[in-house]
């Protein structure tokens, strides 16, 4: 049911209720009226033919008719005459007063007052005097149904005047109602002209700041899904870069192991005939071919320094525990006095190629980081394992994080991180348990 219908079925029952009561009390007067009316006729009526009986006494009946006759009707009363033996000889006329219309039953029954019949006794018979108070009734019916009427016309006045009212009032409703279901089809922009009323308006004003809330969060939902688009696009770019970053490390690192492994061996070899054949005699062509095998072999160990940076073998061929514990162990033999160790606790024994490669990638570039700039004498390695990630941290006991930390250019954290991303993992730096920094990262397995 529309509001506008609630509010005319209110005023309809509170006007009914009101020309009800005044029902009730017209009634209520009419009862009171007609009581007071007819008892007073009654009493009049009683007084004057007890009066008259007094004169008429010596006449007889016949000269009582006669009077009575003459009198005709007397108001609000039924006069009737009886002889000695009971018999009517007389009835008072009907009322010639609104004659031929009565009140209704009920009505009647409503306000009629209940009185007995006076009896006059007089010579050779007697008269009796009953209340007619039907007149006055029916006057009273007449007065209470013109004051219907006028209260019905006045009821249906007032309700075309408050149809026509809500109707204009409640007119900015429709509007409201209408951007409310533009709003929610994805109309964002619907907005609400000044509406009529101070009601109307407020909600308007609300309605309106309401819009401009709901399409400002959209917007900036769809920034954030454009964002988060863009960076899944990116993570998935880089992680193709470094893919194929590792695969031309692999490539090239096959390439020094193959090629020019081979060729610093050779020349070592050929160096080291050289030294045979000429003898203790040549001492210079010795010299000169001592120099050659000693720089084949720096070369040699250079190219293999480089081989283990660019592509562990051991991380293709052994798996992530061997290749960390190789990348420690020449770790140590850089840095003698720092104290190195490596942990592992349930480290599944299968990972995968692009996830094996991100966990030493984050534990190289920590342990360089640490190395390099934290000054610190013992660091340490864990990778553990958990149902559906491996988590890998690196702790020392440096000079922890510098203030300046996070400014741009550290590619090294963000490289770390990207590379956590773009496997759907997490990495966070921050200040160690024990001093110095922590490194921590959680790679999903799946």
């Known amino acids: 049911m529309s509001l506008r219908a609630q509010i005319n079925l209110i005023l309809l029952a509170l006007m009914a209720l009101c ?47 006669t009077f009575l006759g003459s009198v005709g009707h007397v108001r609000a009363n039924d006069v ?8 009517l000889v007389y009835h008072s006329p009907p ?65 075309a005047a408050a149809f026509w009212m809500s109707r ?27 509406l009529p009323g101070s009601e109307a308006r407020l909600m308007g004003t609300a309605f309106n700041r309401m819009a401009q809330a709901v399409q400002d969060a959209a917007a900036a939902r769809r920034a954030a899904s454009d964002a988060q688009t863009d960076l899944q696009r990116h993570r998935e770019l880089t992680q193709i870069i470094q893919t194929h970053i590792e695969a031309e490390r692999r490539s090239i690192a096959r390439e020094l192991h193959d090629e020019m492994g081979q060729s610093i061996t050779a020349i070592k070899s050929m160096g080291q005939s050289i030294i045979q054949r000429a003898g203790p005699a040549d001492e210079r062509t ?28 051991a991380l293709d061929d052994f798996g992530l525990a061997d290749a960390l514990r190789d990348l420690v162990s020449d770790l140590r033999k850089q840095h003698p006095d720092v104290e190195l160790s490596v942990a592992f606790a349930d480290l599944p024994p299968q990972l995968g190629t692009t996830l094996a490669t991100c966990a030493y990638r ?34 020392d006991n440096g000079s922890g994080l510098p203030p300046d930390w996070q400014r741009p250019g550290h590619f090294g954290v963000r490289g770390m991180r990207e590379r956590a991303a773009a496997l759907g993992g997490s990495l966070q730096v921050a200040d160690g348990a024990h001093g110095g920094a922590a490194v921590v990262a959680e790679l999903p397995l799946y």
């Open 362 to 395: 984050i534990v190289q570039e920590s342990l360089t980081n640490a190395l390099r700039h934290s000054g610190a004498g013992r660091i340490l390695v864990h990778v553990a394992g958990a149902p559906s990630k491996i988590v890998v941290r690196i702790e």
């Open 95 to 159: 009322p010639q007063y609104k004659i031929g219309r009565d009140a209704p039953a009920w009505f009647t029954r409503m306000v009629a007052p209940e009185l007995s019949p006076q009896e006059i006794s007089i010579s050779g018979g007697r008269l009796v005097i009953q209340a007619d108070p039907s007149r006055a009734i029916l006057d009273g019916w007449d007065e209470l149904n013109r004051l219907a009427r006028i209260a019905l016309g006045i009821c249906l006045a007032a309700l």
């Open 286 to 313: 010795v010299g000169i071919a001592r120099l050659i095998v000693e720089t084949a072999g720096r070369l040699y160990d250079s190219v293999h320094e480089l081989i283990s940076r660019l592509r562990p073998f």
């Open 168 to 194: 204009r009032a409640l007119a900015p409703m429709r509007q409201i109602v209408t951007a409310l279901e533009g709003m929610e089809k994805g109309d964002y922009h619907t907005r609400l002209s000044d």
């Open 19 to 65: 020309i009800g009561l005044l029902c009730y009390q017209q009634v209520n007067n009419t009862r009171a009226s007609v009581r007071e009316e007819v008892e007073g006729s009654n009493i009049v009526a009683t007084h004057l033919l007890t009066r008259m009986s007094w004169v008429y006494a010596q006449a007889g009946i016949g000269a009582m008719v």
């Open 80 to 87: 009737s005459l009886y002889d000695a033996d009971g018999k």
